[in-house]
């Protein structure tokens, strides 16, 4: 028992191989979900319009928009027309994730929009002045013509001419012709509207601008 007690105990150790590869895994997983996140994030930003996004593209669009207002202001009933293109634009500027969401009631609420436009829509004779009536009556195409040469990014302008679009489209939904209402407050608040929007991404440009110029 004596010579047992006096042999020498081997104190506890732990190979540095052992904690190497642990502290490894626990330094690389959170760097995972970031980068995961930070891809995520920028997907949700991203729409299917790049893919139209080009100049023949453009060039076409802007004689097929040309015509559209030439006939949108000889018979304003064929506005019907513009909600359809105010319709794919809108779609096409929204992620994928808002699309799935909002593309079903806004075509449904777009069918009834363009079939209420009419004799008994914002054609009808209460509304004395043509050039009002035009005014009007030129809203869908306005919103598709501005959605479709906005440039991409994020940006307060953006965001105000898709809400506004998604409201007008929605107006099909509306009783009667209760989407009258919502054209002319819309007209009216239009120019304060986008007045704010462009001064708030101007003022953005113009501090994201100083900031480097700062630093230097």
């Known amino acids: 028992m004596t010579g047992y007690i006096s042999q020498p105990i081997e104190p506890f150790y732990v190979p540095p191989k052992v904690l190497k590869p642990q502290t490894r895994t626990y330094m690389s997983e959170p760097a995972e979900p970031a980068s995961k996140g930070k891809s995520e994030s920028r997907s949700e930003h991203n729409s299917e319009f ?4 080009s100049p023949q593209v453009k060039i076409v669009m802007a004689v097929i928009f040309a015509l559209l207002y030439v006939l949108v202001k000889r018979e304003p009933a064929l506005s019907a027309v513009c909600v359809v293109f105010l319709l794919i634009c809108t779609l096409l500027r929204l992620d994928g994730h808002k699309r799935r969401i909002a593309q079903v009631p806004l075509t449904i609420a777009a069918l009834m929009l363009a079939s209420q436009i009419g004799p008994t ?10 050039f009002q009536k035009f005014q009007i009556s030129s809203l869908p195409l306005f919103f598709a013509v501005c959605l479709f040469y906005m440039p991409n990014g994020q940006s307060y302008t953006r965001k105000l001419l898709l809400s506004v679009s998604v409201m ?3 107006s099909g939904l509306l009783p ?3 989407f009258t209402a919502l054209f002319i407050a819309v007209q009216y608040l239009l120019f304060v509207a986008l007045v704010f929007g462009l001064g708030l991404d101007f003022a953005n440009h113009q501090s994201v601008v100083e900031l480097p110029e700062a630093s230097q």
């Open 176 to 178: 009667s012709t209760g």
């Open 50 to 53: 790049h893919k139209w996004d």
């Open 168 to 170: 007008l489209l929605a």
């Open 121 to 130: 829509g914002i054609a009808t004779t209460w509304i004395n002045d043509p």
